[in-house]
C-alpha cells in the first residue's frame, strides 16, 4: 500500500505566526515528503541497487566486507549504508551430502522497531523523549537450495517471498565449504535500480511511394522505397526487419505477383531504405498492385 492508494487528497501543511505546533505537525511533514519520494522511487525505478553497496571477498576468505551505498526496495524505500560493513561467512561445514552451500548476501530497510534511538531529549513536563533514530540497513546470508531445475532457490519461504516481491535486495553469492569461500563473491545476482533501456523495440507500418527499375520483357520490377522511422526514437541504429502487407492474388488465376524478401539497406536511427523484386504474371503489370502495399517495420536496438 502506497500514498495513492491510503490518501483520498494530498495535503501539504501550513503554518501561521503564532500557531501552536504539537509533534504529529512536524512528524506529517517528514512523512509527506518521505512518502512522495517513495511514490516517485515506484515510480520510475526498479527494486534494486543504485549505487555502490560492493561486495568483496576471495577465495578462502572467512568474511566478506561491504562497501558504503544507497538501494531502493518495491515500496520504494531507500536503504543506505553509509560505511563499509564486515559480514562473517556462515559458519556451515557443507551440504548433507559433502557438497559445498551457496548463500545469497541480501540487504533490506530496517523495521521501526529495530531502529536505533542516537538522541534522546527531556520535554517540557513530560518525560525523556526519542528525537533521533538512526538507519542502519539489515544485512541477512539467505541459505540456498537446488530446485527440480537445478535452479538455486532460497530455502525458507518467507525470505524466498520477500526477495522475489524486492523487500530484499540481493547483493552478492557465495559458495561456502568448511567455513569459509570456496570461491571468490559472485556480484551476478545484482540487479540495478535504473531501468534498462534496451533493448528498445518499436515497430510501425507505412504507405509505400515506390521507385521503380523494370524490366518489361521478363516482367521483372526491381522496387526501392524510403521507410521513415523516426517517430520511434531510436538513439542508435536499430536491427531492422520489415514485411510487405498487400494483394498478391488477384480474381484471375492467370494474373499473380510473385515476390522475394525484402532487403534492408542504407539503415540509420530514423530509417532505412527498402528494395524489392517481384514478377509480375500477365496483366497484373499493368494494374500494379503493389502500389496499395504498406511496409510493416520492427527496429531492435
Known amino acids: ?38 511514490l516517485h522511487n515506484v515510480s520510475l525505478h526498479q527494486p534494486g541497487i543504485g549505487r555502490g553497496l560492493a ?4 577465495r578462502d576468505d572467512r568474511e566478506v566486507r561491504v562497501g558504503p551505498g544507497y538501494a531502493l526496495d518495491s515500496l520504494g524505500r531507500e536503504i543506505v549504508l553509509t560505511r563499509d560493513k564486515v559480514e562473517p561467512v556462515p559458519p556451515v561445514a557443507a551440504e548433507d551430502d559433502g557438497q559445498s552451500v551457496f548463500f ?29 533514530r538512526r538507519e542502519e540497513p539489515v544485512l541477512c546470508w539467505v541459505r540456498l537450495r537446488r530446485d527440480g531445475a537445478e535452479h538455486l532457490t532460497p530455502l525458507d519461504e518467507t525470505l524466498k517471498q520477500e526477495v522475489a516481491r524486492g523487500l530484499r535486495i540481493v547483493l552478492a553469492r557465495v559458495e561456502v565449504l568448511e567455513c569459509r569461500l570456496r570461491q571468490d ?34 516482367g521483372i520490377v526491381s522496387l526501392t522505397a524510403a521507410i521513415d522511422t523516426s517517430a520511434a526514437g531510436f538513439q542508435t541504429t536499430p536491427c531492422y ?40 504474371v500477365g496483366a497484373v503489370r499493368e494494374t500494379k498492385p503493389w502500389n496499395d502495399w504498406q511496409a510493416v517495420w520492427m527496429g531492435v536496438e
Not at 20 to 30: H, S, T, V, Y
Not at 247 to 258: A, C, Y
Request: proline share 4%; glycine share 6%; hydrophobic share 40%.
Open 1 to 38: 500500500m502506497g500514498i495513492l492508494d491510503e490518501t483520498a487528497f494530498v495535503e501539504r501543511l501550513s503554518f501561521f505566526n503564532g500557531q501552536r505546533l504539537f509533534a504529529d505537525d512536524l512528524q506529517g511533514i517528514e512523512a509527506f515528503h518521505r512518502e512522495m519520494r517513495q
Open 55 to 58: 561486495v568483496s571477498g576471495k
Open 104 to 132: 545469497d548476501l541480501v540487504v533490506s530497510y530496517p523495521a521501526d522497531e529495530l531502529l536505533e534511538e542516537a538522541e534522546t531529549r527531556e520535554g517540557i513536563c513530560l518525560r525523556r523523549g526519542v528525537v533521533r
Open 185 to 218: 563473491v559472485s556480484l551476478a545476482e545484482r540487479r540495478s535500480a535504473r531501468l534498462a533501456c534496451q533493448p528498445y523495440i518499436a515497430c510501425g507500418s507505412q504507405d509505400i511511394d515506390w521507385v521503380e527499375n523494370s524490366d518489361a520483357e521478363r
Open 241 to 280: 526487419s520489415v514485411r510487405l502487407d498487400g494483394q498478391r492474388v488477384t480474381h484471375d488465376p492467370l494474373n499473380l505477383v510473385f515476390d522475394l524478401p525484402p532487403s534492408v539497406r542504407d539503415a540509420s536511427p530514423v530509417g532505412f531504405t527498402i528494395e524489392i523484386l517481384i514478377v509480375a
